[in-house]
């Protein structure tokens, strides 16, 4: 759908566009169109709903704009955020699918764990998500961190995981610090690609606000207005754990992933995220999600590998915990 709209004489367009079109560039993020402008005249070209919702954004913009004279950046991010909220509430309650940067890509869940996960992550600040391989513990998380970012109610996605190799020593890899980590956070980035394509990915990362980076880079940081994602959290220790957690900001939501059955910590460490589950499960405003088997949704031969390993699914850690509160139940 292609939509030209003619914009009021506000007295100064530079003020309705931003430097450099900063604002028209928010504007077409959000909503994944292109916009041209022209003097006084902005075409808008993409689906029908997008265009329209775009449309009543700037709209919106220019009632601003008449009333105040000025329009800042967070203006716009405000009537994005208004418009996304006019639409949920037209919507009804929030269905768990979700929509995505990728134009005609919607991420759904399959399975009712998976479908309780991704309620789990709308409706709380902080959840944990402890399951096999293939049950889409990462893929699920950075679809609701990109649906809140397309909407507007989030600002930044930050993407975190521990650089702790799995049962090999590879020795010291070659490049800059860049090079050297990238090989841990491939996982993230091949999510990512399936919901935004390269080059708005890598515009979103040369402007920060989607931020790719290894666990031990978090310390000292507070993140407000973000989404927090920590991968591969079996293989945190608990001191790190610890640091990760006291990383959430206002208006953020962190969500951390795991496998207990994949703790590549060498023996004298407890996994941070088996000892921050029994820790915080109790506390109100965070949610503790377990994916089992019958939500793997790989090739229907991972879920039974992964019966095949049950009994090694426990980490070591927690097979101490159990034996200890056995020992203490026989001495009572």
């Known amino acids: 759908m292609e939509l030209v709209i003619?914009?009021?004489?506000?007295?100064?367009?530079?003020?309705?566009?931003?430097?450099?079109?900063?604002?028209?560039?928010?504007?077409?993020?959000?909503?994944?169109?292109?916009?041209?402008?022209?003097?006084?005249?902005?075409?808008?070209?993409?689906?029908a709903g997008a265009v329209s919702r775009a449309a009543s954004v700037i709209d919106r913009i220019q009632q601003h704009a008449r009333k105040h004279r000025?329009?800042?950046?967070?203006?716009?991010?405000?009537?994005?955020?208004?418009?996304?909220?006019?639409r949920s509430a037209e919507a009804g309650p929030p269905s768990a699918t979700l929509d995505v940067f990728s134009r005609g890509t919607a991420v759904q869940?399959?399975?009712?764990?998976?479908?309780?996960?991704?309620?789990?992550?709308l409706h709380h600040d902080l959840t944990f998500c402890i399951g096999p391989a293939g049950t889409g513990k990462t893929?699920?998380?950075?679809?609701?961190?990109?649906?809140?970012?397309?909407?507007?109610?989030?600002?930044r996605l930050v993407l975190a995981r521990p650089a702790?190799?799995?049962?090999?020593?590879?020795?010291?890899?070659?490049?800059?610090?860049?090079?050297?980590?990238?090989?841990?956070?491939?996982?993230?980035?091949?999510?990512m690609h399936d919901m935004m394509d390269y080059d708005h990915m890598r515009r979103l990362m040369a402007n920060d606000v989607i931020e790719v980076i290894p666990l031990a880079f978090m310390r000292g940081r507070t993140l407000n207005n973000a989404a927090i994602i920590l991968d591969e959290a079996q293989n945190t220790t608990v001191p790190q754990m610890l640091m990760f957690l006291t990383r959430l900001g206002h208006n953020s939501k962190m969500i951390i992933t795991g496998d207990d059955?994949?703790?590549?910590?060498?023996?004298?460490?407890?996994?941070?995220?088996?000892?921050?589950?029994?820790?915080?499960?109790?506390?109100?405003g965070i949610s503790v999600v377990r994916l089992t088997q019958s939500d793997i949704v790989r090739h229907k031969l991972v879920t039974h590998?992964?019966?095949?390993?049950?009994?090694?699914?426990?980490?070591k850690s927690r097979r101490r915990a159990e034996s200890a509160e056995r020992d203490e139940e026989a001495a009572e």
């Open 6 to 47: 003619t914009l009021e004489e506000t007295g100064d367009r530079l003020a309705m566009f931003g430097s450099a079109d900063r604002h028209l560039r928010l504007i077409r993020e959000a909503f994944g169109i292109r916009i041209f402008a022209r003097d006084a005249t902005l075409k808008l070209d993409g689906e």
């Open 164 to 191: 702790v190799e799995a049962g090999e020593k590879l020795g010291y890899l070659p490049g800059d610090m860049q090079a050297k980590v990238n090989p841990y956070l491939r996982p993230l980035f091949d999510a």
């Open 305 to 315: 590998i992964v019966e095949a390993y049950g009994t090694l699914s426990r980490p």
């Open 139 to 155: 893929y699920l998380a950075v679809a609701v961190a990109m649906s809140l970012l397309k909407m507007n109610r989030i600002k």
């Open 261 to 284: 059955s994949q703790v590549d910590l060498e023996a004298r460490h407890t996994s941070g995220l088996y000892d921050a589950v029994e820790r915080v499960k109790r506390i109100r």
């Open 109 to 121: 869940p399959k399975t009712d764990g998976q479908r309780h996960y991704v309620e789990a992550m």
């Open 70 to 86: 000025h329009v800042n950046e967070q203006d716009v991010r405000d009537a994005i955020a208004a418009q996304a909220a006019e």
